[in-house]
């Protein structure tokens, strides 16, 4: 990973597209190049594919993700149409592929089925279960109110909080710690086409739904929304591939669906099925699932309205149960986990002027952008900090307990000196209203922020009547909470940061709307204060996530009311801008200090020279080329015949290690370079056996016989690789890359000889900063 | 476009990705293939890049329009980046690029708000016209009624609706006649990379809003929804510009956006604003924008958040201008020009029950797909039929009137002869009741379907008390509006389908659910019919149009409840397997026979030989290549140096027509071969002026000493065209030109020379038929 002999900047812009840039490239080093070829290239035609010279021990970095080593490989999501492939299309009747079609739609089903049913275990054991802790914590209070030793009831809901987060914890940190955090930086690698190891196995789901469990109950701040969209993908994975290797179970179905390929256009309708339970948006869903991994989306008639129908059935799934569950069978009224309750368009409280007034006091959400930007720089240093010291899963439980009792703590000490007492109505909807010290029929309004579920308590500020908080308690809750929420995003516990964002949000938009409201008491619009909650929550999600119109469509299907689309919309676009300003959104924060190869939607670069295969190959070549740990490539161009000397050679096509493992295993040699197998071996079927998980080089045994053999690659390369010539722009090929999805993209001279190959990794180094192209920096340990 | 020397045939199948064919290619044909070599090389390799032989005199292929011959072009959507395009882009600073952003935005709230207006005022002439006539009918039926001579009222009413259309259809039949129908076909074809002539021009606007108004004020079985599609491609088309050639006003503002690349993003942005008006359904316009234009959707979260903030603007402002013309500012209740009203999704009707009997009935609503099929295949034969015999404007316009004159013959002969009385309720919401022959404080039933614009019907049909209508009523109102409304679909006036096709499906619908009423009395939950009618109107569109996802979001958006997304999405599938085993979609049918070289989802072939050009290439060459109307080919390879064999050579570049016309235009000659031109006189300025509509090589006069001179086109040429090799499989090509939006692929062999060129006509001239790849019948006149 050190002696990169040339660091390479490009004052890069947006091209004409709006997408990527397009520049000069500065070649800043002044030592002799070690490629002369090349380098003489690229000094004359500026801004042109670039080869970085990358040494080639550098081409199998090791990436160090959050307290470990993680070899990120790419997804395949290009088809390898070799001989194989081809024959098998043509075996297969218009008939099987009509079936295929239907075991597609079969297998959404499915997977929006086993979503809204996971989603709805989650919702009914954390209701139990918090229930209960509330209960026995409020029994408690009752008790020690009267008779003084309210700290009895202090370590009680310390105690309690910290044991459920403990186990959480250790489930994810001696487990699966994959499966810390809300999993949605890992499901936008994944349908970007990075392969992050263990993100879709069984294991990882049941960490990660108990995790949530314990982590929501244990009373931290967080949500249990952004799980989910993992979970729904993990389904998904499981569901397609009719096997589980984690249970060793082959149920022999499906099998045609063991590929990258497919296997993504899966996860990307269980992520859409996991958005539309957590939220009741199937639009929504679909429009994350797009927005994420759009890259690929060249059919997107044909797979859009397959994810449509996951998450149609995911939410009318769990709404289902819910309402049985409920003793309301049928009452089709609660969508998703979390329901903003129903915002009715009234003429009253949403007229001309009071359009005219949110336009108005739009520069007062970008409050949203500036507040979320500081949760993201406060959570970046945390989350470098815990990279640096806090590696060792037990530290990691540790910090995870503390965590959840100076919540506790914290909540008390705020509880128990507000003096904010507020009647207790005929309709009050508190779930758990607390007395302590107010009058009788009246109860703390605190407690309705601190002592709930986050759910809850965003409906609360969303809903309840003008004048149920004083100011005071709305400050200091954003206060406290904004920073809790900030310490515990990036815990060792499975959990979203969607609600907590909502909450602060919904807080200080409350509390602007009770100021605005105190200023102008002649009119009687303002006075709703809770649609100033749904934009302040609104901005404040929007400004650390920093998505658009996913999240516009998921906010909008919440409140079930189109009308709120275009302040939402406004709000969310503000955030995004006024954050983007200081610092990228919470999950990109994440990826890049995970180091994960994600293509943005900016510019990059790339490297050469390549090892290639001739046609038929020594096999003790492609051993000793494949057990080389320090090229670790991933994909070999085949080609012509190597020469002896340095001239490259022309190219005939590409293999993969994978394959070329499975070459092996198999033992498909020849034993002399003229002669060519009579019979082939292998059928795709082999291939498919083997994913995804294919064996490493190192278990598989070739013998010094062997080795002299030849192995006849032509039939299972790739004949028709995507290439580009030498002197293309990199736009131009990061648009290739991201519009195809490619792994591998072959630069050819103009006599179609290999000189060089981009990979994803080699794009995904550079990205565009404030001043042109940068090279991304790496999180050191 | 005769003499093809080889008719190919592919038995074609789904390929992995479920997306395009795959197959053998099986050479149908005996005479000796003319091109030796690439015969040669595709019998051998099966399943490749196929080069049909087409003879050059084929290559500009007249395509035969509705009524007149039209040359249909592709648009260019790959960046020509040559030396003039990278020199700009390097002299732009960071903050020009900014400013660029901000511009987009500005078009694209411009946009909305211009679509938003524009369907504000179709919508307030509609109506305030379409009350004037309904009221004169109404007095003069008051009149007759009692002292008989009805005849006279009947005559009234077919005069008044045959003078409205003869002025519709004049206006769309002489002055513009691609105006024509709702305009979705064409903006398919547009957002698809079809280049259609006049399509986005500021006359075609004008003729189709005074078109639209007249056909549905002269009681056409149309709908005004369809061509706000078509009006805000146009309003984005021309925004986007900054100038409108049909006005000669050139605001000297967007210049940077006067290319193909970003007039189409806007002009998807626009057809999203309009869906957004037409629907209120600014989700389902981003939709619909990326279902039809999907292809090159390759920047995805950029645009469509601009698309959803047109559609959001668009909405809003027709919203805002309808309720203060109605005098409730403020009321942000009708969100579209059509409202399909509230649907409650109140437990008594919906219960779990009631959704297993929706599961159950569902095949009761395929014939949604039977009916849409019947109605295709009838208005196929139609149009055949039209383009055969009634290509003359003052027959079409002949026609237009007949068709007004039979409508309201037949409504009035269904109301005068329909004994169907309703009781006129205190909460009656006919706009028109008609006594006629009923008693008095009642109405006629009929009369409420047929006196009636077609969205008020609809909504009638959706929201009426059950028992409303009788079943015979509804039965005969069905009858005859389907096989009114398709003779009317495909005649001179601009007109949607779309709310035809749901009052069809909305009254079979509800007679449908009084049926099941009837034989079940006793479950109260099947009672009403309303939402029968829904399903029904969702089926028939479905099976009409056949479109999915966007449908799916459009309807739920219309109704505003989410509840209804399951079933109304599975009745659209339903609808759409069905109606596809008989017969295309609608417009889908249209585009055939118009023969538009649309690109489906499905697979193609390709061409040679090419004509390519040198490096520095002689004038008269040039001259003649352009002239020589026989080979009308819009992209020339420029190669290294073209031997005097027959040997292929080395591919350096693409070239177009319109650059070598303005190239020649300017004369950038040089004398000899051998000097280089010292000063380059031209700049992008000089294209983007001359764009979209570059002159005629006949316009450019070019001396005889002139010919002899030479150009340089190697700062002018794109330098690194999309290329692919020989051996490429069909589906790869075709995965290629979709996703990054080609328009010409130069195929080249291992050695990198030029062998062939796929145009996008080349791959539409094939599709997959039940057999395998079919060759298009082009419609012959």
Do not use: C, R, T, V
């Given at each position: 990973m050190a002696n990169i002999t040339k660091k390479v900047s490009w004052s890069s812009r947006g091209d004409d597209s709006g997408l990527v840039g397009e520049g000069t490239p500065l070649l800043n080093g002044s030592e002799?190049?070690?490629?002369?070829r090349q380098v003489s290239m690229v000094a004359n035609l500026p801004?042109?594919?670039?080869?970085?010279?990358?040494?080639?021990?550098?081409?199998g970095s090791c990436f160090i993700s959050h307290s470990k080593v993680t070899l990120a490989h790419s997804l395949d999501y290009d088809n390898i149409e070799n001989q194989l492939f081809l024959e098998e299309e043509r075996r297969m009747s218009h008939m099987s592929f009509r079936c295929l079609e239907i075991s597609r739609w079969v297998i959404c089903g499915l997977i929006g089925i086993l979503t809204g049913l996971i989603a709805c275990f989650i919702d009914i054991v954390v209701e139990k279960l918090a229930g209960l802790k509330y209960q026995v914590i409020k029994e408690s209070i009752l008790k020690f109110t009267e008779v003084g030793g309210l700290s009895v009831s202090l370590i009680l809901w310390a105690v309690l909080n910290s044991t459920f987060v403990m186990v959480g914890a250790i489930i994810v940190a001696f487990?699966?710690?994959?499966?810390?955090?809300?999993g949605i930086p890992q499901i936008k690698c994944y349908l970007n086409g990075v392969k992050i190891p263990r993100v879709v196995r069984l294991k990882t789901l049941m960490v990660k739904v108990f995790g949530v469990i314990c982590s929501v109950v244990g009373g931290l701040a967080v949500g249990k929304e952004g799980p989910m969209i993992h979970s729904g993908a993990v389904v998904a994975a499981g569901v397609s591939q009719g096997r589980s290797t984690s249970l060793k179970r082959d149920f022999k179905i499906f099998e045609y669906f063991r590929r990258d390929t497919e296997k993504r256009d899966f996860v990307s309708a269980g992520a859409a099925a996991g958005v539309s339970a957590a939220f009741g948006a199937p639009v929504g869903g679909v429009l994350f699932s797009l927005e994420e991994g759009?890259?690929?989306?060249?059919?997107i008639t044909v797979w859009q309205i397959k994810s449509f129908f996951a998450s149609m059935i995911s939410t009318v799934t769990l709404n289902f149960f819910l309402s049985i569950y409920h003793g309301k069978p049928g009452d089709l009224s609660s969508p998703g986990l979390i329901n903003f309750g129903r915002f009715e368009s009234d003429v009253r409280n949403f007229d001309t002027k009071q359009c005219l007034v949110y336009f108005f006091f739009l520069f007062l959400f970008c409050a949203g952008g500036l507040l979320g930007a500081l949760f993201n720089v406060l959570n970046y240093w945390l989350t470098i900090f815990r990279i640096r010291y806090v590696h060792r899963p037990c530290l990691q439980v540790m910090e995870a307990m503390l965590v959840a009792a100076v919540t506790a703590t914290v909540s008390f000490t705020m509880i128990y000196f507000s003096n904010d007492c507020q009647p207790l109505g005929p309709e009050h909807n508190e779930e758990y209203p607390l007395q302590l010290f107010c009058a009788d029929g009246e109860y703390n309004a605190m407690a309705t922020a601190f002592f709930n579920t986050p759910e809850r308590s965003v409906r609360s500020l969303f809903h309840?009547?003008?004048?149920?908080?004083?100011p005071l308690t709305l400050g200091l809750f954003t206060l406290t909470y904004f920073f809790l929420a900030c310490w515990t995003y990036g815990l060792a516990v499975s959990a979203g940061v969607f609600i907590p964002s909502l909450l602060i949000g919904a807080a200080w938009g409350r509390l602007c709307g009770i100021l605005l409201a105190s200023f102008t008491p002649s009119n009687p619009n303002w006075a709703d204060p809770g649609k100033y909650a749904l934009i302040g929550a609104a901005a404040q999600l929007g400004g650390i996530v920093r998505m658009t119109l996913s999240l516009t469509v998921i906010m909008v299907e919440a409140t079930g009311n189109v009308v709120y689309g275009l302040p939402i919309m406004l709000v969310l676009m503000t955030a995004k801008i006024v954050g983007d300003y200081f610092e990228e959104g919470i999950y990109d924060i994440h990826i890049k200090l995970q180091s994960v190869p994600f293509l943005h939607w900016e510019a990059p670069v790339m490297s050469s020279p390549v090892i290639c295969f001739n046609r038929i190959e020594k096999v003790g070549t492609i051993v000793d080329t494949l057990s080389n740990t320090s090229t670790n490539h991933n994909g070999f161009p085949v080609v012509a015949q190597v020469s002896d000397s340095d001239e490259p050679a022309k190219l005939c096509g590409l293999i993969l290690r994978s394959q070329l493992i499975v070459l092996l295993k198999h033992k498909v040699f020849v034993e002399l370079a003229q002669s060519r197998l009579s019979q082939r071996k292998l059928q795709l079927k082999d291939f498919r056996d083997a994913y995804p998980r294919f064996p490493p080089i190192q278990s598989i045994h070739v013998s010094q016989d062997e080795r002299e053999c030849m192995m006849d690659l032509t039939e299972f390369m790739n004949p028709t690789p995507y290439t580009v010539p030498q002197d293309t722009s990199l736009p131009r090929v990061f648009k290739l890359f991201r519009a195809l999805g490619l792994r591998h993209l072959v630069v050819v001279d103009d006599e179609n000889r290999v000189i060089g190959l981009v990979t994803r990794k080699d794009l995904a180094r550079y990205h565009l900063g404030k001043h042109g192209l940068e090279e991304l920096q790496l999180a050191q340990t």
């Open positions: 002799a190049p070690k490629h002369s801004s042109q594919l670039l080869l970085p010279l990358l040494p080639e021990e550098d081409a487990i699966e710690p994959i499966a810390a955090g809300s759009a890259s690929f989306w060249n059919q309840n009547q003008p004048g149920s908080y004083n």
